[in-house]
């Protein structure tokens, strides 16, 4: 982080309804999903603290990141299910900023083996900075962007995960329905 307007000068705080009305500006680029309000608020309710953001001085949302934990025994882990920096905060270490406050709920809160999330086959710099930040492209599920685009299923093991099994079989491809009940699936 640091430099300009970045990492160090930001706060990462809790979401708050209020922040529902400001956050637009975030979801600017082609690579964030925009949800409805019924999902932010959803997950707002059920998992508050895996929903952080990022100000600048000015109070401007820099970003967010929002989450859930879920899974049963060796599978209970915590999901990213979006994290973005608008456009003009990028490049300064708020994502892994914000990337370090989920991973750091899902042990100190939840005790959950590992971190992941789906990211876009495409999207070459996300999945470089997720590599960057210890994740591992686990598995393919093929067609998983409304049947158009594949994603990779990226695992973190975090401390609980001595064995590092959340890794272990790496590099198969599977399909959305596949993914079970542990992982948001049927």
């Not at 000068?9 to 019924?38: A, G, I, K, Q, S």
């Not at 401390?159 to 993914?179: C, F, K, M």
């Amino acid at each position: 982080g640091g430099g300009g307007r970045g990492g160090a000068m930001t706060t990462v705080r809790p979401f708050t309804c209020d922040d529902l009305f400001t956050y637009n500006d975030v979801n600017t680029d082609v690579f964030t999903e925009t949800f409805n309000l019924h999902f932010y608020l959803s997950y707002l309710s059920r998992w508050p603290e895996y929903f952080s953001v990022a100000t600048a001085p000015d109070g401007a949302i820099a970003g967010y990141v929002l989450g859930k934990a879920e899974g049963r025994g060796g599978n209970w882990h915590g999901h990213v299910s979006a994290v973005t920096v608008a456009p003009s905060y990028r490049r300064m270490g708020l994502a892994s900023k914000l990337m370090d406050e989920l991973e750091g709920i899902s042990e100190r809160h939840h005790d959950a083996y590992f971190v992941d999330l789906f990211v876009r086959e495409s999207n070459t710099n996300a999945v470089a900075m997720y590599e960057r930040l210890g994740y591992v492209v686990y598995r393919t599920v093929l067609d998983y962007y409304s049947g158009e685009e594949n994603a990779f299923d990226m695992r973190k093991p975090l401390r609980r995960d001595t064995e590092r099994r959340s890794v272990e079989g790496r590099g198969h491809a599977i399909r959305p329905h596949q993914l079970g009940p542990d992982f948001g699936g049927a």
